[in-house]
């Protein structure tokens, strides 16, 4: 496709509930990032990817996130036994460099857990 | 880390209207600064970006933001403003090679 695409682009778990959310990269774009935000406030970081390799998980919250991009395209943002404070707008970009020049972002999947 | 502040939550504009949208960023080195654009439910949209060279750059849209060094900002303006520039914006700094740190953002209304 033409951009970045997630999906889905809202998604609704239960408490405890695990969930994944996917997302497409622009074809050819070497690094990936996954994004945290939620209401009201800006993007924070989660993880960066460099084709396959997870070069940074740093801003993961906790052991309960896990990312992956097992052929260096498309990449999964699993969380396990999801709570309300999961509750944001999950968003990914990907870059053509590997410096952030110019990253392009999804639409992100908000994620409410009730 | 770099950082960045936008130092407005909220600004109300009526139509045709000027706008301008404060950003200011932490760092003494060189540094590169972006405005994003995020419309209601979208992803994040690139407005601009400065790299180098001229401190005055021209974005999509109509918008512009101008680099001042000494002052450590980076405001966003539009000399005219549409309905459909209600949006949230996004000032970003690179908080290392490859990773951004952004504003809290600023809610732009446009009101007819």
């Known amino acids: 496709g033409a951009g970045v695409s997630q999906s889905p682009r809202y998604k609704v778990a239960k408490r405890g509930q695990d969930v994944a959310l996917r997302c497409d990269p622009i074809?050819?774009?070497?690094?990936l990032f996954w994004y945290q935000q939620a209401l009201g406030q800006g993007p924070e970081f989660l993880t960066y990817f460099q084709n396959e390799a997870q070069l940074d998980k740093s801003g993961l919250p906790s052991d309960r996130f896990f990312a992956e991009r097992p052929e260096g395209s498309v990449s999964t943002l699993k969380i396990q036994r999801t709570q309300q404070e999961d509750s944001a707008v999950y968003l990914c970009?990907?870059?053509?460099?590997?410096?952030?020049?110019?990253?392009?972002f999804g639409q992100g999947t908000r994620l409410t857990v009730v | 880390a770099q950082s960045v502040t936008q130092l407005d939550s909220q600004v109300p504009v009526f139509e045709e209207a000027p706008v301008e949208l404060r950003c200011n960023y932490s760092s003494s080195v060189s540094v590169y600064l972006f405005w994003y654009v995020q419309y209601p439910n979208q992803g994040l949209q690139l407005l601009l970006k400065?790299?180098?060279?001229?401190?005055l750059v021209k974005g999509i849209n109509g918008f512009e933001a101008e680099f001042n060094k000494s002052q450590t900002s980076f405001h966003l303006r539009k000399p005219s403003v549409h309905i459909s520039d209600t949006a949230e914006y996004f000032c970003?700094?690179?908080?290392?090679?490859?990773?951004?740190?952004f504003g809290a953002g600023t809610t732009v209304t446009v009101r007819a």
């Open positions: 970003a700094v690179p908080a290392n090679d490859y990773k951004l740190s």
């Open positions: 970009a990907s870059s053509l460099a590997y410096a952030n020049t110019e990253a392009f």
């Open positions: 074809s050819g774009h070497v690094s």
């Open positions: 400065y790299l180098s060279g001229s401190t």
